[in-house]
């Protein structure tokens, strides 16, 4: 390990921002190699800043979005079940009417 330079505290938080983003769910592949890019130039500070708010924002947006898709599924499923019992019902209606319709040809038949 002669000659590596143990990385800055930004760049450790900003690690910790990614792997933070990416427990949430986050697409973090291009900010990954962002990271990878910052630590082979010795970048500055400022960019391992600017990619920690990038992956706190993508943590907020994976956060935001899981949290929409249970509110989906909690409102659309008791719709989607209120839809197939009135499809049932209206079905079920329809085929009475029909045997009604056919008893009725039958007796209008009768001599």
Known sequence: MAGQVSPSRPAL??????RAA???????VSMVSKYNSLLQQTGSDASFNSLQNDALTA???AVATQANDKITTAISVPIIALLLA??????LQLRRRLE???LMDMEIQKP
């Open 86 to 91: 009135l499809v049932t019902a209206s079905f």
């Open 59 to 61: 943590q907020q947006n």
């Open 22 to 28: 990416e427990a949430a769910g986050a697409n973090v």
């Open 100 to 102: 009604r319709e056919r």
């Open 13 to 18: 938080d900003a690690l910790e921002a990614l």
